[in-house]
């Protein structure tokens, strides 16, 4: 197992795509969120610079975090999904320096808000807290713990409302 900490990343190119397939195929139980990282790619709702690799020392991709256009109500966010390890390096931090690379370009491009459904042990070690504490919600019904949202500085605080996701999360 690779015991790396410190994680080389960037922004994907053309040439990462079919690493990260590979990336997000052996993450997960299905094909589900690999299908949907393409179909996120030609949609409106992917940002350019978003969607980061955590790379080996020999530039080999490991991890991927991806973040798209979402809504909180009417005000624009971003969605943080999926983010997926190669099976040998979870646990590494190569999935943890995805996501804070995300997250710091995100804010570099002046965005200010993301949300993400996922583990709840896991995200807050990013500044994730509970969305329902903050008035927002799904039209579907997930754990409560489960979904969760981060404001990228204090001086826009998270705005109430339903997420509405791109079109390619069915939701």
Do not use: N
């Amino acid at each position: 197992m690779t015991t790396r900490i410190d994680w080389i990343t960037r922004a994907e190119t053309s040439a990462d795509i079919p690493a990260i397939r590979d990336i997000v195929l052996a993450a997960f139980d299905t094909p589900l969120e690999a299908d949907l990282v393409d179909a996120l790619r030609t949609d409106p709702s992917w940002i350019e610079g978003l969607s980061i690799v955590a790379t080996d020392p020999g530039g080999r991709p490991v991890g991927h975090a991806l973040l798209t256009r979402c809504h909180i109500g009417d005000v624009p966010a971003l969605c943080l999904a999926p983010v997926a390890v190669l099976p040998e390096c979870q646990k590494t931090g190569a999935g943890s320096a995805a996501v804070r690379a995300a997250l710091k370009a995100a804010k570099g491009m002046g965005e200010h808000f993301v949300t993400v459904l996922g583990h709840p042990a896991y995200y807050p070690r990013f500044g994730f807290t509970r969305a329902s504490a903050h008035g927002i919600g799904l039209t579907i019904d997930v754990p409560d713990e489960a979904m969760m949202a981060l404001a990228l500085d204090a001086d826009h605080p998270l705005p109430a409302g339903t997420v509405r996701y791109a079109a390619p999360f069915g939701i």
